[in-house]
């Protein structure tokens, strides 16, 4: 009833190729500027086995939320889809996984848009850690005052993105060495499976379009059309950075989270590496702003529904933004950034906090799809074969699988505890 008010409020104006453009946007993102480098730190040269296999599971995976997205077109993405098939209870946890995991996540784009002109200014820790404290608060600054990114800078933002890893492509291939590949596995078959897990970081991004697939051209047929063509272009992209990134051996001691500038930098020196890192700069900011913003607004809604703090639905008094959220990801910011600093945890261990969010939540959308695909051929074994590789990928996560684990919990003891409060309130 309400999706079909919704869909007659909106004029189908979005072809397939601006679909494509999308897709891609959402999914290649900072994953591009931090990813390459770490895997290839992990796993050596066979790391690229690991992109080579999840470029191919991921399509699976694409398929379901894009089928998903143009049966059930909901601002909600994942969250939604796992309400309609689950009920509430379990689609509130997958608005909690999302919440908790932009806390951390926005301190990694911050350090990851830092570290870019660490290597050019051979900074230390400290300069990094306050570079990036001033590019978060840049980000909440902006959030505050409600001046989000405009559909247009973020096209912007995309085209960046597309050029950079273009010519990081073109630039390493004259200085490729096959002498890299070698050995090819240092670390051994489980350190592939625990870079696959990593990667999962990379291919994040296709539930978010999915608010607007109401406004898709024909949206049964190019929502799928839309995917596969992203996924094609995606997967080579990644391989294709990933690839020389182990050929030119752009990894290692404290340049693997700015790989992508030390590649650049091979043909065009210190000025290809202010070009990559100003841009990093402009991705990062992009990046955080657009999560800080929708993570800020899932803690309102939760306050409003009774499942988060009531301080978490406070709002500006003269913007209306969101600042009690706003304000529990700045102290959840201040804490991760000072775990940062001490040292208590590195950088890529760091990570797979939010990564495991991530995978809980597609868990998640994977299970609902099984349930709400069923008279789809397609959909049906899509989400089953994405569920199977997202169970299966799982116990790789290690220690920060437990993660989600520990907010399904909270969530539980949070709504039985409300539950109690409620029914002793009529006899006080």
Request: glycine residues 10%; hydrophobic residues 55%.
């Amino acid at each position: 009833m309400n999706q079909d008010s919704t869909k007659s409020a909106f004029r189908q104006t979005l072809s397939l190729p601006q679909i494509v453009a999308l897709y891609i946007g959402a999914v290649v993102g900072s994953g591009i500027l931090l990813i390459p480098g770490l895997t290839a730190d992990i796993a050596g040269p066979a790391s690229i086995v690991a992109w080579l296999v999840m470029s191919i599971l991921v399509i699976p995976m694409a398929i379901t939320m894009g089928l998903l997205s143009a049966r059930h077109p909901h601002s909600g993405g994942v969250s939604h889809f796992v309400r309609l098939a689950f009920g509430d209870r379990f689609g509130n946890a997958v608005g909690w996984f999302f919440l908790l995991a932009v806390p951390i996540g926005g301190p990694i784009l911050a350090v990851t848009g830092a570290k870019y002109f660490a290597i050019l200014m051979n900074w230390g820790e400290v300069q990094t850690i306050a570079v990036a404290a001033l590019i978060f608060f840049i980000v909440l600054g902006m959030n505050v005052f409600g001046l989000h990114v405009a559909g247009k800078v973020q096209t912007v933002v995309v085209s960046l993105i597309m050029a950079i890893i273009l010519l990081a492509i073109g630039t390493a291939i004259p200085h490729f060495d096959a002498k890299n590949f070698s050995p090819f596995m240092p670390n051994g078959w489980l350190s592939v499976m625990q870079t696959a897990v990593l990667l999962f970081w990379c291919f994040i991004g296709w539930e978010a379009v999915t608010h607007l697939s109401q406004e898709f051209v024909n949206p049964q047929k190019n929502a799928i059309r839309g995917v596969l063509w992203s996924a094609g272009v995606v997967a080579l992209l990644y391989f294709g950075v990933a690839f020389l990134t182990v050929g030119t051996h752009s990894y290692g001691q404290q340049i693997s989270g700015a790989s992508l500038s030390v590649m650049v930098q091979l043909t065009l020196g210190p000025i290809g590496g202010w070009i990559v890192a100003v841009t990093a700069l402009f991705i990062c900011i992009a990046s955080a702003n657009a999560y800080v913003s929708a993570a800020s607004r899932i803690a309102y809604a939760l306050s409003q529904e009774g499942i988060a703090p009531k301080w978490f639905g406070l709002l500006h008094p003269r913007y209306q933004t969101p600042i009690g959220g706003l304000a529990f990801i700045t102290i959840s910011f201040i804490v991760v950034l000072y775990v940062l600093a001490s040292g208590l945890i590195s950088f890529s261990q760091l990570i797979q906090l939010p990564n495991a969010t991530f995978f809980a939540t597609y868990i998640g959308g994977c299970l609902a799809g099984v349930r709400l695909l069923r008279d789809s051929r397609l959909g049906h074994l899509c989400a089953w074969i994405s569920l199977v590789v997202s169970l299966g990928l799982y116990p790789f996560l290690g220690w920060s699988g437990l993660y989600p684990v520990g907010i399904l919990v909270l969530v539980n003891v949070w709504e039985w505890k409300k539950r109690r409060m409620s029914l002793r309130a009529p006899t006080t």
